[in-house]
Structures are given as structure tokens and as C-alpha cells.
């Protein structure tokens, strides 16, 4: 959609006279049946002055075409500014500007983000990233853009910003993204105008603007093909048996396109949910369907991404892998597939940053096959509404016909379904046949005695070549940024009699933890490992999980368990609050796949295992 749409020389006029706030207010009363945000007309008031001078002194054609805050389709992203027409060659070009009203903004050690009092004193991403990603999403999935149709550029322009010398915003990891998207400050106004005069100087835009406006959005053949070269020879997305038949069934439903579908793969840990769900992905995606991989976790999803790429940018994919929170105002049937995995955390109403009241409802109206990956004993948080029951009475709500396939064969674990089993017994989640163990001895369960013990051996198959992670419950503190624990500062998992200490992972790594190396002296929570899997784990159960050994039951003390939005609304309500942490250690300690070293702070619990064991 376009909220104003207009000339090179309309755009100048409106803004010589004074008329253009009033136009925008009243196109986005008409597109967007809203009023115009006070916080805007500020920005839309300086930052269009400078951009029609801009316009004038660069002595582009009259007839070039802008777009001021044209939504992107699909996302809920919208670019500032936005001028087409042809170069010196007859090359039809687009490109896209990236307003800033910052004043001052600082570097960070993170990827492409950097920090500015602007939003609050608040990390964001830099100018530079913002306008390429939006430009690739667009070369991506608007068919009539990118190598073979009209040209797309981008740039940032902060015409508010002094430029230092030197500038830490285009130097060092900076370097890359300002090259494909350049960055211009107050005192480069010259260059910015020459940029533009160089790329559709010479106007005939309103072809050009027909074209993006007409062009199917679908993932193009350039994205196809690079997302195909991912898996070519990946042997971490081979299918194998029933993981082949749930991918076969699962693509032959989304295909139809005759009807809405809601597809449920339902699986324990380590069978292969994930595989098949990028896998389908992929497939789908060379079928030419507009196909989004849906994941709530944002580590589980930024971890994927750089798995799947490899030596490959994740730039490119980035678009592909989304949050579960992106479908509120969808248009019915938007996509013709979401792949939807740990659909067991698909929130409702109240959940962090949510603005709908279901996500599976979201995900269901907006897509004509959603294909739901699902375990209902991952559930972790109050919040947490995706369950197979649920999405079936949404689905039959919406009219979808529904279809199940359950997955049981083990490839984690070294291939002990037993030990699953076990652990579900266990923990008291579901009765299994593995009472006191397991048969297949291939997979190395330990328990310690001593915190420091577990971390040494943990060291010491991270330095044998295995991937190798602490992980434990939420019963520690987790220390804030504002008290000086971005970057694992703060050794917040304690245990004094041992002398044991430890951080908890860092904010700085952020969702990349898992596949970082300085992973490895901190301890990971659910949320930054929930989906993924390592070698090897050394899970430290806390005191939010105890048993009493006269009644043989499990407890979790209110105060004990620290995830404060983990326990909302449950402080009334131990049993369900003691489910939702029983569901937390069993989906930490079936995250290795050779092997699991488990230390217990309390000692009726360590006990209670060790009884468990077969031959202890």
C-alpha cells in the first residue's frame, strides 16, 4: 500500500507550499484509517524539508516518482521515502531512503546494531541494514524487481546527524553494509544528491511504479535459487524414514492451494520436527508458493537461519524466517503456506510485544495451508496457547480441514527413544514403558555430586570436538543490563557451598548463544535452547524443582522459580506452575544427542534419579 504517492515536482510543491503534512494527514485518514501519530508529523515536517531539497538541487526530471511511506507487502514495514525513474542508460531504478532524525548514535559490538538516546537509549538496527533489508525483501518476493526487472538501491540519509571524523557508524563491521546500502549525513547532502541524479536522474517513474505495484509477490527465482544451494550436499537436512512420509504429505497438502489446510506433525524431542519443517521450506519455496517459516523463539529462529546458511549471508533468508507475532493484520490467505514449528509457543493475548489475541488464529486465517510442528509437552510459560487442540477447534472455526501425522522414531539421542521415555516417566509427564532406564547404552547419562564437576566435564567434550553446553532452570536471578550484566558480567547461577559460580548467557551474544563460543562459560536458559540441540548438555537442575521422597511427588516453590512472566498468574495455582517447570528440565535434558550430565540442588531430587537409574 502507498500512503502518498506523487511527482518529483508535486513533491517539491507541496512542500514549497506548506501543503504536504495537511496530504499526508488526509492519505492516511483514507489508506489507513487512522490519524496521522504526533510523533510523526514532527519527523514528516523536518525530515521532507531536507529531502525536497534534496530533490530540487540534485535537478532530477520532473517526472520522477516518489513514494513517502509505502508499506511493504507482506510486513508490517514501511519505507520513508522512496524515488524511481531511469538513468542516463534507460535502466529503470528505485531507490530507497532511509529517514533518520537521530542527532548522535554510537557503535556496538553487535552485528549491524548499533545504540541511540533517540529511542530511549535503546540498541537498534543500523540505518544502513534497515534500507538493504527492506530493499532485498523487496528484490525477493516482488517478482518485477531485482536482476531481470527494475533496478533497486537503498540508502540511509540522518540529515540531523554531524559526521565525526572518524565516523564509528561506516567503519569496521559497519564496513560491509554501508557499501551496499551508503549511509549520508548532514554534511553529505552533495553526495546523496549526486547518488539519485546518477540512478533515476532522468525520470519516466510512474512505469516504474507500476511495476512494483504490479509485480506477484512470491519468493522470485533468484531467492529460490540461492535458498536451494543451502541444502544441496547439507547432510543436517537429510530426511530419513517417516520423517520422509510427514514432509511428503505434509507438501502434498500445501500444493492443493483448492481449500484451507491445517496440517499437525506432532513429535517428542528428536524426531525430527525440525528437519522436516526447513526442508519444507525449502520445497515449497521452489514450487514458487510464498512459503514463511514461523518460529516463536527468537533464538531457536536466528540459530536456524545461521545453520541453514553456513558459508552462505543469512541476509538473504532473513525474510523468510519469522516471528509467530507478524500476523495479526494479515489479509485472509495472504501466503499459501506457514510452516509453523515449536508451535507449542504460540502465544495468546498479553504475551510480550503481542498486539492480537491468538497467534494460532493469526497464523490459520492468514495462510491457505499452515503445517503445524508440535510437541504439547513443550508448553513452558501460562502464556503458551499452541496445542494440538487448539488448533484444531481453529481450524474447524475457519473452515480448514485438518490432518494428522505423529512422528515416534528417535534421532536424538544417540536413537534412544528409551531414554525419552525414561524421562518423561521420570519427571511424572506421561507413564512409559522405561521405568529404570533404557536399553540402548550408546547414550551417556551421568549424574554429579558437584556443580564444578558437571562444568568440567562439559569443558571437556567441548575440547574432544563435541558441541557441548551448560544449561539449567530458571531458579537464579538473572542480573539486568542496567546493573551491569550485558555481556555475562554478573555470575548469577551460584552455589557457595561448592564455589560455584557462573553467569547466566549474555544479552550481548544474544540469540546466536547457542552456537557461540563464549557459550561455553555461561550457562543457557529455555529460551536461548529450546528447539536446538548439542552433543552433549550439562543440565543443573535448581531449587525450582524438589521432591518430596515420603509422597513421591515434584514441587516448585513460587518464589524459587525467577522467570517472572513464566509464573504469572499461577501463584494460586502450584500444580499447573510445577507442570510448566517439569515441561522446562524435560525439554533441557533432551537436548543432547550423545550424551546428558545432570547435577541436582536438591538432594531428594538427586536421589530420587539415581533410584531411577537401571543398576544404581
Excluded at 80 to 102: H, R, S, T, V, Y
Excluded at 200 to 212: P, T
Excluded at 236 to 262: G, I, M, P, S
Excluded at 404 to 409: C, K, N, P, S, V
Aim: net charge negative; glycine share 6%.
Amino acid at each position: 500500500m502507498i500512503v502518498w504517492q506523487g511527482t518529483a515536482q508535486s513533491f517539491k510543491d507541496d512542500v514549497d507550499s506548506n501543503q504536504m503534512l495537511a496530504h499526508l494527514e488526509a492519505a492516511f485518514r483514507k489508506n489507513l484509517h487512522r490519524n496521522l501519530p504526533s510523533p510523526q508529523i514532527g519527523a514528516f515536517t523536518n525530515s521532507l524539508q531536507f529531502m525536497s531539497n534534496v530533490v530540487r538541487r540534485s535537478e532530477v526530471a520532473a517526472d520522477c516518482s516518489i513514494l513517502i511511506e509505502y508499506m511493504i507487502p507482506l510486513t508490517s514495514k514501511q519505507i520513508d521515502f522512496l524515488i524511481a525513474g531511469e538513468d542516463a542508460n534507460g535502466k529503470q531504478n528505485m531507490i530507497i531512503i532511509e529517514l533518520k532524525q537521530w542527532q548522535t548514535a554510537e557503535a556496538t559490538e553487535a552485528a549491524e546494531i548499533v545504540h541511540t538516546p533517540y529511542y530511549g537509549d535503546n540498541d537498534t538496527p543500523h540505518p544502513s541494514y534497515q534500507a538493504n533489508s527492506y530493499k532485498d525483501f523487496i528484490s525477493d518476493f516482488n517478482e518485477n524487481i531485482g536482476e531481470d526487472g527494475v533496478a533497486a538501491y537503498a540508502c540511509a540519509y540522518l540529515h540531523n546527524f554531524d559526521k565525526r571524523s572518524p565516523e564509528p557508524l561506516v567503519e569496521g563491521s559497519y564496513a560491509e553494509i554501508v557499501k551496499k546500502a551508503p549511509i549520508y549525513f548532514r554534511q553529505d547532502q552533495d553526495s546523496l544528491e549526486a547518488f539519485m541524479a546518477q540512478h533515476v536522474g532522468k525520470g519516466r517513474g510512474r512505469d516504474i511504479i507500476y511495476e512494483l505495484e504490479s509485480g506477484r509477490i512470491r519468493p522470485t527465482k533468484k531467492l529460490i535459487d540461492h535458498v536451494s544451494s543451502m541444502y544441496t550436499n547439507n547432510s543436517t537436512f537429510t530426511l530419513l524414514d517417516e520423517q520422509k512420509v510427514a514432509f511428503e504429505r505434509a507438501k502434498a497438502f500445501a500444493l492443493k492451494q483448492d481449500r484451507k489446510y491445517a496440517v499437525i506433525i506432532k513429535g517428542g524431542p528428536g524426531t525430527g520436527k525440525s528437519v522436516i519443517s526447513v526442508n519444507l521450506l525449502g520445497a515449497l519455496l521452489k514450487e514458487k508458493l510464498n512459503t514463511v517459516f514461523v518460529a516463536p523463539n527468537s533464538s531457536f529462529r536466528t540459530v536456524m537461519v545461521k545453520r541453514l546458511a553456513k558459508e552462505h549471508s543469512s541476509d538473504r533468508i532473513n525474510m523468510l524466517f519469522k516471528g509467530s507475532g507478524n500476523y495479526v493484520h494479515a489479509a485472509p490467505n495472504t501466503y499459501d503456506c506457514l510452516v509453523v514449528d515449536e508451535a507449542h509457543r504460540l502465544k495468546k493475548k498479553g504475551a510480550y510485544m503481542y498486539q492480537g489475541q491468538n497467534q494460532v488464529e493469526d497464523i490459520i486465517k492468514a495462510a491457505k495451508t499452515s503445517v503445524f510442528f508440535i510437541d504439547d509437552d513443550q508448553a513452558i510459560r501460562p502464556e503458551d496457547v499452541g496445542s494440538v487442540a487448539e488448533i484444531k477447534r481453529v481450524a474447524e472455526e475457519q473452515d480448514a480441514e485438518i490432518y494428522e501425522i505423529e512422528l515416534t522414531a528417535q534421532f536424538r539421542c544417540s536413537g534412544a527413544e528409551g531414554y525419552v521415555n525414561w524421562v518423561n516417566d521420570v519427571l511424572h509427564l506421561k507413564q512409559t514403558g522405561n521405568y529404570d532406564g533404557w536399553d540402548d547404552k550408546d547414550f551417556d547419562f551421568k549424574l554429579f555430586d558437584d556443580p564444578n564437576d558437571l562444568h568440567r566435564a562439559i569443558i571437556e567434550k567441548d575440547a574432544a570436538g563435541f558441541d557441548a553446553r551448560m544449561l539449567a532452570g530458571y531458579a537464579w536471578k538473572w542480573s539486568s543490563a542496567s546493573e551491569g550484566n550485558n555481556n555475562a558480567e554478573i555470575e548469577d547461577v551460584v552455589f557457595p557451598e561448592y564455589k560455584f559460580r557462573m553467569p547466566w548467557n549474555s544479552r550481548k551474544v544474544g540469540t546466536t548463544w547457542a552456537v557461540d563460543q563464549s557459550g561455553l562459560s555461561q550457562v543457557g536458559c529455555i529460551h536461548t535452547s529450546q528447539g536446538l540441540e548439542f552433543d552433549y548438555v550439562g543440565v543443573i537442575i535448581g531449587n525450582d524443582l524438589t521432591f518430596n521422597s515420603e509422597t513421591l511427588t515434584f514441587n516448585t516453590d513460587y518464589n524459587s522459580y525467577k522467570d517472572a512472566t513464566g509464573k504469572r498468574g499461577l501463584k494460586d495455582n502450584p500444580k499447573e506452575l510445577n507442570r510448566l517447570v517439569r515441561n522446562i528440565y524435560k525439554v533441557l535434558l533432551t537436548r543432547g544427542m550423545k550424551g546428558c550430565y545432570v547435577y541436582a540442588a536438591d538432594r531428594q531430587l538427586g536421589g530420587y534419579l539415581r533410584l531411577r537409574l537401571k543398576g544404581e
